[in-house]
């Protein structure tokens, strides 16, 4: 964009003081003028009557580059059935007859009854050449026989820490993998990824956040092949303006043994990639693993029987590490689903504020369960709390298995009530109903499925604004990233990050917010994606 003058839309600025506006000057890349009624001398007059400018959508937690890597793959998704999964796996076998391994991502792991997720079963689908499975979940995964010879893996082989090879009766690993420290173990050592499609593969997944009116994506951590190549490619776009979203990214660990060396790391990233559309300052910690997998760290208090899972990192070494990466201006983004890493979590940003770090950005990602005691901690230690809405529906797997925690789940307005502060991402690809921010600010309103009122999340006081949604997809997010000065809302001198849509999403039912197209998606002042 030139000088363009956007006139009679309901322009959203995200700013409590100015709701909404009706027209908007953009010079260049960045937002000159807001406000009712703008001097539109010298300017391009665009006439947005009926339509709704939003501030450009941020995806607040996903992982960008993992997608990036798994999308010339197979693609599994969260609805698919058992059938479903191995017809999939069959075709693009089938069509692919001269790929030397085959890689998959997004079986719903809680389809499966405990054996059925085996080595045998997937060497009858593919028995020739190694082929290896991603969870929807990303804590678990499965391979055949032919991925365990070609690792050299057998009935002596150890689990390696964080880590748990399931076993049959003689020791020999069955096939199903628990944790990532396993799916970096075999997407590390066999060459799953064709760097020749890297492009490719980078053009069609951004396209995709394009065409859903995300403007800008905070990258939560992805296989270390070709992480290097992905980053450097990606930064070439950042410096040759053809990115069509900003990238925040992060260095990431499961385990306090690798901070000796990850935060060196960082400081090394944070100076090479350090360009306003693509950087890295971010210390991420894996602190649990999830509900599905049985691995997310859950209390006897929470579970109203037995604790569930473990915190990976305890309190002092986790504390120390944040605060070091305070003290290199590092922000940081912890992974918390069960209440038991949720309160580690919140009590290591009370340590970092504690030691003076108050403008250190604090993540907590997914925020499942949370104490209530909790609850008043995000606000008081500063630290925004994270979830994917897409997952704010009644689970009934869940309800059979634990009844007691199907309404415990995803307590935000609680912790909007206290004053905290929400940031809302899709965890993609292990995302399990859709990435698009509208689908999310949808199911944040409704708790519930599109088209499915009977799966409604309780408790239902639990259900958020739309605003608070926006928000969380918006000035929040670009918050959590340390870039809200320059983006996530709509005010002069800001970058021209813009989403404008069909209608206005306070206005139509809330069961149709999904439905509203994206008209136009502008980053940097730069149109990525226009409707038709």
Request: charge should be negative; glycine fraction near 8%.
């Amino acid at each position: 964009m030139k000088s363009v003058l956007l006139k009679n839309a309901r322009i959203y600025t995200m700013n409590i003081d100015q709701p909404f506006s009706s027209e908007m000057r953009i010079d260049g890349n960045k937002i000159a003028a807001v406000g009712q009624l703008l001097d539109s001398s010298g300017c391009e007059a665009i006439d947005l009557k009926g339509k709704t400018v939003l501030p450009g959508l941020i995806d607040a937690h996903c992982h960008i580059f993992e997608n990036i890597q798994l999308s010339g793959g197979i693609l599994l998704d969260a609805m698919m059935t058992k059938q479903d999964v191995d017809d999939t796996i069959r075709a693009f076998i089938a069509a692919h007859p001269d790929q030397k391994n085959y890689f998959g991502i997004g079986y719903p792991e809680w389809i499966y009854e405990p054996g059925e997720v085996t080595r045998q079963h997937l060497d009858a689908l593919c028995p020739d050449k190694p082929l290896f499975l991603r969870s929807n979940g990303g804590h678990e995964s499965w391979c055949n026989t032919k991925a365990f010879e070609a690792l050299g893996i057998t009935k002596d082989t150890p689990d390696p820490e964080g880590g748990v090879f399931d076993r049959e009766a003689d020791g020999m690993p069955n096939g199903h993998l628990n944790e990532m420290a396993l799916a970096q173990l075999f997407t590390d050592g066999i060459e799953w990824f064709d760097l020749s499609q890297l492009s490719q593969n980078a053009d069609k997944v951004l396209g995709r956040y394009a065409a859903a009116g995300v403007t800008g994506v905070i990258d939560c951590g992805c296989f270390e092949k070709t992480r290097e190549t992905l980053m450097d490619m990606l930064h070439r776009r950042a410096e040759a303006q053809t990115l069509t979203q900003w990238i925040s990214n992060c260095c990431v660990t499961e385990s306090a043994c690798d901070f000796p060396e990850l935060l060196p790391q960082l400081q090394r990233e944070s100076q090479k990639y350090c360009h306003p559309l693509f950087f890295n300052h971010t210390l991420k910690v894996v602190n649990d693993g999830t509900v599905e997998t049985g691995t997310a760290a859950l209390s006897a208090e929470m579970t109203g029987s037995d604790p569930i899972g473990e915190v990976y990192v305890d309190l002092e070494p986790l504390s120390k590490a944040c605060i070091a990466a305070a003290k290199m201006d590092m922000d940081i983004h912890l992974h918390g689903i069960g209440d038991e890493a949720v309160h580690t979590n919140l009590m290591a940003a009370k340590a970092v504020r504690e030691a003076g770090y108050s403008e250190t950005r604090i993540t907590n990602a997914h925020s499942q369960f949370v104490r209530p005691d909790d609850v008043p901690f995000f606000n008081r230690y500063n630290v925004l709390a994270n979830t994917s809405t897409i997952w704010h529906y009644r689970n009934v797997e869940l309800e059979h298995q634990m009844p007691i925690l199907s309404d415990r789940q995803f307590r935000m307005q609680s912790i909007l009530k206290t004053g905290g502060r929400m940031t809302l991402g899709s965890d993609a690809p292990f995302d399990e109903t859709g990435y698009a921010p509208l689908l999310g600010v949808e199911m944040g309103v409704t708790r519930c499925l599109p088209n499915h009122p009977d799966l409604v999340m309780a408790p239902e006081s639990e259900r958020l604004s739309v605003w608070q949604c926006l928000e969380g997809y918006t000035l929040n997010a670009a918050r959590s990233a340390h870039v809200d000065a320059d983006t996530g809302s709509l005010e002069p001198g800001k970058r021209a990050d813009l989403t404008i849509l069909e209608a206005d999403p306070f206005e139509v039912p809330s069961e149709q917010i999904h439905t509203i197209p994206i008209l136009y998606t502008v980053m940097n002042g730069r149109i990525t994606y226009q409707q038709n």
